[in-house]
């Protein structure tokens, strides 16, 4: 008896992230899950040139939309422009993170702004905005959400920084208060770094600095924060978590 092989194509889905940040940190994720095969969004207010670099590299798999992160009806909008182009949404990423000293003496309301409302309102407008999506992808995880946080804010904030820690303080609360909100479907989890990319505005003895502060006096190593990214991105049974990824900067004790 002749067997036949059926010759109909295999259709695999592309999975689908949204990414917030993509300068730094966030440039490395984002090109890491590309070359996975990921549609990948992205969200930027001053990186064309981030944006055209993965276009030229990974071509239409790449979708992206300026916004200010800022505004709360606009990250509404780009959210679901950005989910409309990619057809769909697996992941979110927040990585978006305005990092500027604010002494408290001279703590001012814009001061407060520019770090709460990129940060933690973002991430909890564009949050609610993914999740409806997220809950009609077929599977029993629908959608999985990872804020990027700071390892001293649950521990030791360090002084001049108020309004940044304020602000990342309240994303991680958003982590606990989503993940309960959106069970049993859609994961929320997120990754509290250490010292990982230099600031561009520290100077090479002050990065030191920090890096020494770290029991294993090193930065924390890009590979290992895309490989917890893609960790969070397959996991079934976390949710609610803040994973420090800081050196064990966290168990060094005091810092100003």
């Known amino acids: 008896m002749q067997s036949y092989i059926s010759l109909q194509p295999i ?33 930027y207010k001053s990186s064309e040139d981030v944006v055209k670099k993965l276009r030229e590299q990974f071509g239409e798999r790449v979708h992206a939309i300026k916004a200010d992160l800022s505004v709360w009806h606009e990250c509404q909008r780009v959210t679901v422009d950005l989910i409309e182009k990619m057809e769909g949404v697996d992941a979110f990423l927040h990585l978006a993170s305005p990092y500027e000293p604010t002494p408290l003496h001279n703590l001012k309301e814009e001061d407060v702004d520019l770090h709460f409302r990129p940060i933690a309102q973002a991430f909890l407008v564009m949050s609610k905005e993914v999740y409806p999506f997220m ?7 629908k959608g999985r959400i990872v804020a990027f946080g700071d390892w001293a ?63 294993l006096k090193r930065a924390v190593s890009i590979n290992d924060v895309i490989k917890l990214t893609k960790f969070l991105l397959e996991v079934e049974s976390m949710t609610g978590e803040i994973i420090m990824l800081d050196s064990g900067r966290h168990v060094a004790g005091e810092c100003t």
Not at 135 to 141: D, E, P
């Open 135 to 141: 809950l009609k992808n077929q599977s029993t995880v």
């Open 11 to 43: 259709i695999i889905a592309m999975r689908r992230a949204i990414i917030t940040g993509i300068r730094r940190i966030g440039y490395e994720v984002a090109k890491s899950l590309l070359e996975d095969g990921w549609v990948v969004g992205l969200l």
């Open 153 to 215: 804010t649950n521990t030791t904030p360090y002084r001049n920084y108020s309004a940044y820690f304020l602000a990342k303080g309240a994303m991680h609360t958003a982590v606990k208060v989503l993940a309960k909100e959106f069970a049993p479907h859609v994961l929320v989890n997120s990754i509290a770094m250490g010292p990982t990319v230099k600031p561009q505005d520290f100077s090479e003895e002050k990065w030191q600095e920090y890096i020494n502060k770290t029991p």
